[in-house]
């Protein structure tokens, strides 16, 4: 077992935004703690118990022909493996259903909740990055982390498909496209200023892990973002030698026989998993949506199966987790 003063401590930034950051910033979690190198520090909106009963419930691979349970405190050292901080430092989106964004919505709650706090925000977790001697800073999807990163010195990696910056950008500019009054247009300038610094936060990022299903990155886009603020400049060639391919982040296969415990008519079917953000689907179904050979399960309430039908089936609970 590695000595507690050769590991290395690295803090997680990832947004509260669904579950989907979660789990798959849970595996590279798992991973980090596994190899014995590393301490981890999560801090996020999502509660502990969202990550504890996924990182320390089951054994993991520690070698060749060896299991182990991790655990958050070295029983040896009494140090701290893994530590769990709930702070909110990006509020991601605010659905109106499990298709629409209010974009209006999302762009003023991060204005309210984010941006006008940003300096305290910002001297809390300097303060506290600097004062838990952490060395290295991962990000899922969290702008503000790279300011953080920036003034406390750290090296940090965003690892995810996109940041919330890019989202915010289209969103405005798609809110500009349907303002039909100037009172309008002056009610979202104070979101160009906010996006602006989403950006320049994010352009202090040191390296991109960049996963599949990318959006553009903010440096590609910076140039389209003069109208928003034109002082405002950085080395977009210099960003981009920062992006590195990364893998598809997911959970292991858990149960080899899955598909037979699937509540459908037929296992040799192809499967389609409908669902989004834990939202309830509030619109029929009907087995003629499907093509010949699919069946559907449905993450989500009973309500939207309006009667029975033969190809769409309620994922069962105890499968997903």
């Not at 070295?74 to 605010?94: F, M």
């Not at 009907?286 to 069946?295: A, I, N, T, Y």
């Amino acid at each position: 077992m590695t000595s507690s003063k050769q590991r290395r401590d690295i803090c997680y930034y990832i947004t509260g935004h669904g579950l989907g950051h979660a789990m798959r910033s849970i595996e590279l979690i798992r991973a980090l703690l596994s190899s014995d190198r590393f301490n981890v520090h999560v801090v996020t909106n999502i509660p502990e118990l969202v990550f504890k009963s996924q990182l320390f419930t089951s054994a993991v691979r520690v070698g060749e022909d060896e299991c182990a349970f991790l655990v958050e405190v070295d029983p040896t050292t009494k140090e701290r493996r893994y530590t769990h901080s709930v702070r909110n430092l990006d509020s991601g989106a605010v659905q109106q259903d499990i298709f629409t964004v209010d974009m209006y919505r999302t762009l003023d709650n991060y204005y309210r909740t984010i941006h006008l706090n940003r300096e305290v925000l910002i001297q809390v977790e300097v303060e506290w990055l600097l004062t838990s001697s952490i060395d290295l800073i991962l990000i899922d999807a969290t702008p503000l982390a790279g300011a953080v990163s920036q003034l406390s010195g750290i090296r940090s990696v965003l690892v995810s498909n996109f940041s919330w910056d890019f989202c915010y950008y289209e969103m405005l500019q798609d809110l500009k496209r349907s303002s039909t009054t100037a009172a309008d247009m002056m009610n979202l300038s104070k979101y160009s200023d906010m996006i602006t610094q989403c950006i320049a936060d994010c352009s202090h990022i040191s390296a991109y892990l960049q996963l599949p299903g990318e959006t553009p990155t903010v440096t590609v886009h910076l140039p389209s973002a003069a109208d928003m603020d034109p002082t405002y400049t950085i080395d977009v060639h210099q960003q981009m030698n920062r992006i590195i391919p990364g893998p598809l982040i997911a959970r292991p296969v858990r149960n080899s026989n899955l598909r037979a415990e699937l509540p459908i008519p037929d296992h040799s079917a192809k499967i389609l998993l409908l669902g989004f953000g834990g939202f309830s689907i509030d619109f029929p179904l009907q087995d003629s949506f499907l093509p010949v050979g699919w069946v559907c399960l449905v993450l989500g309430e009973r309500s939207c199966l309006t009667s029975i039908h033969p190809y769409h089936s309620i994922m069962p609970v105890y499968l997903l987790y």
